[in-house]
């Protein structure tokens, strides 16, 4: 897929822990597109992933959580990984930074178990979104819980599975599809 975003600005918030498969793939095809791109984390300057059974790569970070503004960014893509968005969800920024991009309509990515980061801000009623459907925080939202591959509600596109390249080319399509309706 040959998708421009140049001129966009998109955050990626990771934490240690993170998916490093599914952070790497989705940077390095972000980065294709020519947006800018910026890595936030609760980390002060390198976040540690996680691949595969054990710890990772370290990835450089390129501003803390709490410095940085949603209103600075176009996007926001969430990567998965169990340790990672246990961290995240126990940082009020995190709820913050999510609530603003929901609150604000601007494009969302969140990709298997950063789903329920975007239950947080407690701002999916009526939405849908690709998750476990006996997750009882996603139910609680009262957002409309699919288990499927890929859900698309409006800004939100929420994905799930192993496919790395289905779920890029999903993202990037979404991504680009939302810089052509804002500029409309």
Same mark, same amino acid.
Do not use: C
């Given at each position: 897929m040959n998708t421009s975003l140049t001129g966009q600005s998109i955050v990626m918030l990771i934490a240690n822990g993170f998916n490093e498969i599914e952070f790497t793939e989705a940077q390095r095809a972000l980065l294709k597109t020519g947006a800018t791109l910026k890595v936030v984390s609760p980390e002060k300057s390198v976040a540690n992933?996680?691949? +595969?059974? /054990?710890? +990772?790569?370290?990835? &450089?970070?390129d501003q803390n959580i709490g410095d940085a503004l949603g209103s600075d960014?176009? #996007? #926001?893509?969430?990567?998965?990984?169990e340790r990672g968005i246990a961290k995240?969800?126990? $940082? &009020?920024h995190t709820k913050r930074m999510v609530g603003h991009f929901l609150d604000a309509m601007k494009p969302v990515v969140a #990709? $298997?178990?950063? @789903?329920?980061?975007?239950? #947080? &801000?407690?701002?999916?009623?009526?939405?849908? @979104?690709?998750?476990?459907?006996?997750? &009882?925080?996603?139910?609680?939202? /009262?957002?409309? @819980?699919?288990?499927?591959?890929?859900?698309?509600?409006? $800004?939100?596109?929420?994905?799930?599975?192993?496919?790395m390249t289905a779920l890029i080319e999903a993202m990037l399509g979404h991504l680009a599809n939302a810089e052509e309706l804002a500029a409309a």
């Open positions: 992933g996680w691949h +595969g059974a /054990g710890w +990772g790569h370290y990835f &450089p970070v960014y176009d #996007m #926001m893509v969430l990567v998965g990984g995240l969800a126990q $940082n &009020p #990709m $298997n178990e950063a @789903v329920s980061l975007l239950a #947080m &801000p407690g701002k999916l009623e009526g939405r849908s @979104v690709a998750g476990d459907t006996t997750d &009882p925080a996603l139910a609680a939202t /009262g957002a409309n @819980v699919a288990d499927e591959t890929i859900v698309q509600d409006g $800004n939100l596109m929420t994905l799930r599975g192993e496919d």
